[in-house]
């Protein structure tokens, strides 16, 4: 919120005899929800890319009117059947979509529903970041350059955990759980958890983070996999969205740790 002088200059504050003004509390209680609303609107967007949940064509022309859901919705990338992926760029009730191919042609669609796919299910990744780049795409909700790891094609037999981000320290467990709150993931029980979805069924990959005293030294454990219910999965029955995003989590919860002046030589 600025305010302006009787010279049209922009003060760097609200006056303080403004502040409790009705239409100034107004519009500051205005601002906030717009904020707020702009957030949801992405964070629901970013839930159906995360799930690649097929999502009704009518219901992204009806939310389309709106600025927040048009500014979560532009340039995804979006699959509205067989061959028929492109950056989405319109929806209007009587043309349809307006989807940029790979080839940069416009096309018009009119499917029933689209997918926003998870970047790991996209078989043209690399192509769609660099005509992406191309294109000079801004994704409110991140799907091109969404960090992914690829799962490997041959795992052991058995094996249930990745070892790859063990050994983290944090100097507290407080440390770790409070990354763990600004990358937005829950802690359950020691773990890191984030909930993914494969083919309908929920997965949760878990980081064990630590389960002593809050206020002492921690090392990050092993990267696992379980159905809701607790069931423990093996590696190989890892779908590739949970695994990226496992991955993912991990990855990120662990670039926190103390770093050793001989680790960050290396």
């Known amino acids: 919120m600025q305010c302006r002088n009787a010279k049209g200059r922009v003060l760097s504050s609200v006056p303080p005899a403004l502040k409790e003004d009705p239409q100034v509390v107004r519009l500051r209680q205005l601002t906030e929800w717009l904020d707020r609303h702009e957030a949801a609107c992405r964070a629901r967007v970013d839930e159906w890319m995360v799930r690649s949940l097929p999502v009704p064509t009518a219901l992204v022309v009806q939310v389309w009117a709106d600025p927040a859901w048009a500014a ?6 979006v699959a509205a059947g067989p061959g028929e992926v492109g950056f989405l760029r319109d929806a209007d009730a009587s043309r349809g979509l ?14 029933e529903s689209v997918r926003v796919p998870h970047p790991v299910l996209l078989d043209d990744l690399d192509e769609l970041r660099e005509f992406g780049a191309e294109l000079g795409v801004e994704q409110q909700v991140r799907q091109l350059f969404r960090q992914t790891f690829g799962k490997p094609a041959e795992l052991p037999a058995g094996q249930t955990s990745v ?13 770790a759980f409070s990354r763990c709150r600004t990358l937005g993931y829950p802690v359950r029980g020691g773990d890191a958890v984030h909930t993914a979805h494969e083919n309908g069924v929920a997965v949760e990959a878990r980081f064990w983070l630590g389960g002593d005293h809050p206020e002492g030294e921690t090392w990050t454990g092993d990267l696992r996999w379980a159905l809701a219910d607790g069931t423990a999965l093996h590696l190989a029955d890892v779908g590739p969205v ?3 995003e ?5 990855s990120s919860i662990h670039a926190g740790r103390v770093v050793a002046e001989d680790e960050a030589v290396a």
């Open 72 to 77: 979560a919705l532009r340039d995804l990338v």
């Open 98 to 111: 307006g989807v940029v191919t790979l080839d940069g042609d416009t096309v018009r669609l009119r499917p």
């Open 163 to 175: 070892a790859d981000f063990r050994g983290g320290r944090f100097e507290q467990l407080n440390h």
């Open 242 to 244: 949970a695994w990226s």
């Open 246 to 250: 496992g991955m993912r989590m991990a």
